[in-house]
């Protein structure tokens, strides 16, 4: 049954138009992945959740995210003890190198004055041959050899580099130094924070935050590829104290009953709670489940993403063709210091 409400056909799934983001790294046209010409600025980010993107359909159609879980956070998270957008979720298409980057954990984002820090993860949507991103730091590298590096223009000798191939996860543990690079696009799942410091940014004339990067950066984090667990319905790709992200099996069609997770870390995950859909191939159609909460189907297209409400009412997804449907749901810090990516 799902979240009661006073009307939960008001918050059945719709999709969300994304906004795309101005990059001095991006792209002018992001074809095949959008259809989109960018004007004088490159596009480097499409924010597929973020708070100025607006829903696209149902009775929700033309607000924004920011305003729709403001007015109804309950509805939107089942719980009254969270309130706003838990997660930011990204595309990140690069054609040069993005800066040398660092971002803080919550304790020292909530001492500059900022509600959350930044962990985050990359689903591999698709790499050339050879590509790589930066994650961290070589071992035994120095705090004082990192500062040196920043100022001499070398730091990059300290990068630890990782290849990448389609369909790998890589978690970016708050503090680990890390650069995207060009060759791969990502599926980037966060915090819902855009808190950067750089450290280095080879030589664009942009703003670097190097004590505070500094401040930020430790030496041993968490941070590298995340093997999948393959369970008989789903693929966990990454299940840590902020997000969790599946690939789902849709054989013809699956309803909204089978899609909560199973427990896998001694948590189990809200029957009735915040999670997306997003087609990282091929295309989706969500319809109801039954007559009594009807809600105008919708078709969730390639690359597109669909919010659904913890209010929503029962709804099945279908494959309409080569669908490749990637899970994403918020999750709060578990006090459990055990806890692993």
Request: some cysteine; glycine content about 8%.
């Amino acid at each position: 049954m799902p979240l009661p409400t006073a009307s939960s056909a008001a918050f059945a799934p719709f999709l969300i138009e994304p906004r795309f983001v101005g990059r001095v790294w991006g792209f002018n046209d992001l074809r095949p992945w959008y259809d989109f010409l960018a004007g004088d600025e490159p596009i480097g980010e499409v924010w597929l959740t973020g708070d100025e993107c607006r829903a696209a359909t149902g009775p929700q159609a033309g607000k924004t995210l920011g305003h729709i879980f403001a007015e109804s956070p309950e509805a939107m998270l089942g719980s009254v003890e969270h309130t706003g957008s838990p997660l930011l979720l990204k595309v990140i298409l690069a054609r040069e190198k993005l800066s040398v980057q660092v971002h803080p954990d919550d304790a020292m984002a909530q001492k500059y004055g900022e509600p959350r820090g930044k962990t985050e993860c990359w689903y591999v949507l698709d790499a050339e041959k050879g590509a790589a991103l930066a994650l961290g730091l070589n071992p035994g590298v120095t705090m004082d050899e990192v500062r040196a590096g920043i100022h001499n223009g070398t730091l990059e000798q300290s990068l630890h580099l990782l290849p990448i191939a389609k369909g790998d996860m890589v978690f970016v543990d708050a503090g680990t130094v890390h650069a995207i690079w060009p060759g791969s696009v990502l599926l980037e799942t966060q915090q819902y924070s855009d808190t950067t410091y750089r450290m280095y940014d080879y030589g664009r004339p942009r703003e670097l935050h190097v004590e505070k990067s500094i401040e930020a950066t430790r030496l041993h984090t968490r941070a590298g590829r995340i093997p999948p667990r393959v369970l008989s319905d789903r693929t966990v790709l990454i299940a840590v104290e902020y997000f969790r992200v599946e690939r789902i099996v849709v054989s013809g069609s699956r309803t909204s009953a089978t899609l909560p997770a199973p427990d896998l870390s001694g948590t189990a995950e809200p029957a009735h709670g915040l999670s997306y859909l997003f087609a990282a191939n091929g295309s989706a159609r969500i319809s109801s489940a039954s007559s009594g909460e009807s809600f105008e189907p919708f078709e969730i297209p390639t690359r597109g993403i669909a919010a659904i409400p913890a209010a929503s009412p029962e709804f099945v997804v279908e494959d309409r063709g080569g669908l490749d449907l990637i899970r994403v749901s918020p999750r709060w810090p578990m006090p459990n210091p055990e806890q692993k990516a």
